[in-house]
């Protein structure tokens, strides 16, 4: 139980173009999934909080317009880079958080997309 | 804001050999987790631990968390080339859902 998948695994894409990256959990309803960027070797910087049927959360320094996030049910969150340019090249990871019938939260992650901007 | 410090950064060691992970913070955590990620994957939740003073087991890999909920460590025993990998420390503090994560460590055991 508590599988998350993202697709696609990587992309590669023109400067400029926009790509839209899907995070669902397979198993489970999530109460909340959650955006990372993760730079080579380094540990996970978190982007946005996204919860379904809301406005999601943006982390300091992270551009809403630039990185938008919909949270259409409770199985599904997406991200879209919009006008994507090199330096947004990266390890985009998203979560989800489990916590009916806990009374702790944990995150399971999925497997991971890679966006390479040409 | 809450930080987690994780240590070391890097952890280059032969097989067999025992290593200890730490993570330490100024903040109490209702809960932390252990994550061990290879490359080009997603974090895999190894364990999460909860209760002040528990320690908890996994084959090799023994964790445990502080009696404050402030630090946590991550001792593996008889360390193998299948070890390898980004260990990830992350606390849940007061953003409840939102994960706090340690720098990471490096973790290379060579044959």
């Known amino acids: 139980g508590a599988v998350v998948s993202q697709h696609p695994s990587w992309v590669i894409c023109k400067s400029g173009t926009s790509v839209k990256i899907e995070c669902r959990s397979l198993?489970?309803?999530?109460?909340?999934m959650f955006w990372y960027r993760q730079f080579p070797k380094q540990s996970l910087m978190l982007m946005a909080t996204?919860?379904?049927?809301?406005?999601?959360?943006?982390e300091q320094g992270v551009e809403k317009d630039k990185f938008l996030i919909n949270h259409a049910s409770l199985t599904l969150s997406t991200l879209t880079v919009t006008s994507a340019h090199p330096e947004d090249s990266s390890f985009y990871i998203c979560?989800?958080?489990?916590?009916?019938?806990?009374?702790?939260?944990?995150?399971?992650f999925g497997p991971g997309t890679r966006l390479t901007v040409l | 804001t809450q930080l987690l410090e994780q240590s070391p950064q890097f952890l280059s060691i032969q097989e067999g050999e025992n290593l200890t992970v730490y993570c330490n913070s100024s903040s109490v955590f209702s809960s932390l987790q252990w994550y061990r990620q290879e490359p080009g994957e997603g974090p895999v939740l190894l364990v999460t631990v909860v209760t002040g003073g528990e320690v908890k087991k996994l084959k090799r890999l023994t964790f445990q968390f502080g009696d404050a909920r402030k630090d946590s460590s991550l001792h593996i025993t008889a360390a193998q080339p299948g070890d390898t990998g980004l260990y990830l420390c992350a606390g849940d503090g007061t953003s409840y859902g939102k994960l706090t994560f340690g720098q990471g460590t490096i973790l290379t055991v060579h044959p």
């Open positions: 996204s919860n379904e049927g809301s406005k999601a959360t943006y």
């Open positions: 979560s989800a958080s489990l916590l009916e019938g806990r009374s702790y939260n944990e995150q399971f």
């Open positions: 198993d489970f309803q999530a109460t909340t």
